[in-house]
């Protein structure tokens, strides 16, 4: 299974891009890359997942280099609400015993 | 999308007792669920794998006779905490999934207080 390394914490502030590296270097070819947002004392929410190249939803950004092992989250002018944990996941999905790791995420605070 | 519903939310038990934590998939079935814990300003660790129809599959130094995983079908996994103690005092979250291509939905997760 593939490791994950990002930053302890972040500090941004409101209306600012705010991107939050992770390198993954032995991520497998059929692995996926999936981030997740976690607020206290909630579970995890799913933000947005890619293979390669960018991926782009309602929420974020996900930019994935060709040789896969590193991946950037952006979030696009960030308010008060975006303060939480980040977690990037490599989704093993060929490995017959699939499983989700959690490393220790990006602790993101977001300053008025 | 696809919803996981865990309860209780919340549990306060004595010492000794056990605790049941149900996590359900309410849209989809899940033949496979995950157990995390979380302690407070921690990432969360794999506690085990759940598999419908087959034993759970516990990560290394995981007591499988102490959290009892039952998958008994698509839509319904359980852990139970046997005997419960002050350190097994945590937030317990599940994950389901069969649908790779959407990310794993994890529960809101409980919190588990042993007193």
């Known amino acids: 299974l593939a490791k994950t390394t990002q930053p302890i914490s972040m500090d941004s502030y409101e209306g600012q891009e705010v991107n939050i590296t992770c390198s993954h270097n032995n991520i497998a070819t059929n692995d996926y890359i999936t981030w997740y947002q976690q607020f206290p004392s909630q579970g995890p929410r799913f933000i947005i997942q890619g293979y390669k190249t960018k991926v782009t939803n309602e929420v974020a950004s996900l930019f994935i280099p060709a040789d896969r092992k590193s991946s950037t989250l952006s979030l696009p002018r960030v308010s008060l609400s975006d303060t939480a944990v980040y977690y990037c996941l490599v989704d093993p999905r060929m490995d017959s015993s699939y499983k989700l790791i959690f490393g220790s995420g990006t602790r993101l605070l977001v300053r008025p | 999308g696809a919803v996981v519903s865990q309860h209780p939310s919340r549990v306060i038990c004595k010492s000794g007792t056990s605790v049941k934590i149900e996590c359900r998939s309410l849209?989809?079935?899940?033949?496979?669920m995950f157990w995390y814990r979380q302690f407070p300003k921690k990432s969360l660790m794999l506690m085990a794998t759940?598999?419908?129809?087959?034993?759970?599959?516990?990560e290394q130094g995981v007591e499988k006779d102490k959290f009892l995983i039952n998958h008994a079908s698509l839509t319904l996994s359980t852990l139970t905490v046997t005997s419960a103690h002050p350190e097994d005092s945590s937030f317990y979250i599940c994950s389901a999934g069969d649908r790779p291509n959407y990310g794993y939905t994890f529960g809101s997760g409980t919190r588990l207080t042993v007193v």
């Open positions: 759940s598999n419908e129809g087959s034993k759970a599959t516990y």
């Open positions: 849209d989809f079935q899940a033949t496979t």
